[in-house]
Structures are given as structure tokens and as C-alpha cells.
């Protein structure tokens, strides 16, 4: 299961480079629309099956800090990403390698519970959601790295960082026994980053927050998507 997921995850990052070198793509309304149904998705996901999975022992009242808290880290690495995480960039300069860092903490965070702790539909449903996110966001990282000087070799083996952080999280959380002790106060750090990320990428997909027929059939789409996996 553990080699499956680590090669899917992987490959996600691996399609978004083969999509940005074929079609030289920019930030365009498909992305936006792509995100849109990634984070209805994944919001549909936490909430149905993520935050049952976090809750379904006893003595777990205090699992609702660590979604707070996860909440919030998410916030502080937002301030280093620049708004990445859902498809902005909110700077025109070169990128910094604190973007880079932000975003592998985050994906290497977003691996953890993806060792095999979870049930299986919500192992699925996780890694699904994963997935869908980090392609169009590696499509928005690689496209500006090569929009803002960087040159080819750098922007490629940023994004194979990139790449390998989830994977890495999968592997330490396999590996690492200390890290299986607090399984559910990770899988909640994690509930509580993607709320706020599914959150953003719904409230922030259309410009000017302007009402938009393709925003809300893809919000419908995703949400639809996951109860049906359920």
C-alpha cells in the first residue's frame, strides 16, 4: 500500500511538469477551475471522513486544539508560501527559498498520515484529495519558478524536492515509531491545515469574488465526487 501511494504521489508532481513543458501553461481559468474541485474535494473529504477518523476513540476532546493548531500553522506557512498552496502567487520577484521550504513542511506534513493508520476510504479519500491538489499547485510552482529567472535545472530540481516531501513524510511515519504514537494528534494538525486550504482555494478561485456558474458546478462536482467515494 505505503510503494502505491508513494508512487502516486510522486507521479502527480511528475504529470504537472510533463502538462507545464507540453502546453507552456500559465495560471489559467482550467487551473482555477481544477482548484476549485481539489478544495471542494477535500473539504468534503475532512469533513465526512477525516474528522470522524480523528474522533472515533474515546478521551479525544482535546483533538480539537491540534485542529486549531493545525489551522493556524497553516496561516504562518502562507506567509512564506505566498499564497501557493492555492494556486496564487502574490509577488512578482523572484521566488524565495523560504516558498520552497513552506511548501515542503507542508507536504511533507500531509504525508504522515498516509503510512496506513487510516481506514482504507479515508486513507483513499485522503490520498485522492492530495493528489488532485498537488498537481495544479506543482503546475503553479514550476510555471512561476520559470516565469521569475529561475533557470531550468533549478526550477526542476526544486520541484523534485517538492516532490519527494510527501513520499518522505509516508516513509517517516512508517519507519519512525515515535511519530505512530501520535498518529491522531497529526491526523488532526492535518484536518486542520486542509480546512483552512480547501477553505481559501473555494473563497479565493474567482476573481473579485464575483459570482461564477463554473466555479459553483465545480464546488458541486467535487463535494458530489467525494460523497459518492464515500
Known sequence: ???????????SVVLAAIIVELF????????NLLLT?????LLAITTQHLLPEVFQNDNTHYLGLFILGG???????EYFSKGIEHGHYHHKSAIPISVLISL??????????????????????????????????SIVLLTIFLQNGTSKIKAYLYLLIFALMSPLGV???SFIEGINVYSNEIMAIVVGILLHISTT???????????SKSKILCIILGVTVAIISI
Do not use: R
Open 201 to 211: 482555494i473555494i473563497f479565493e478561485s474567482s476573481d473579485g469574488h464575483q459570482f
Open 171 to 173: 516513509l517517516a511515519s
Open 24 to 31: 507552456k501553461t500559465e495560471k489559467t481559468k482550467n487551473i
Open 71 to 77: 489551522f493556524l500553522f497553516q496561516i504562518i506557512l
Open 37 to 41: 474541485f481539489s478544495g471542494a474535494y
Open 104 to 137: 515542503s513542511i507542508h507536504a511533507f506534513v500531509e504525508g504522515i498520515p498516509l503510512s496506513g493508520h487510516l481506514h482504507d476510504h479515508a486513507h483513499n479519500g485522503l490520498l485522492t484529495g492530495i493528489i488532485m491538489h498537488k498537481l495544479p499547485v
Open 1 to 11: 500500500m505505503n510503494s502505491i501511494t508513494i508512487i502516486l504521489l510522486f507521479t
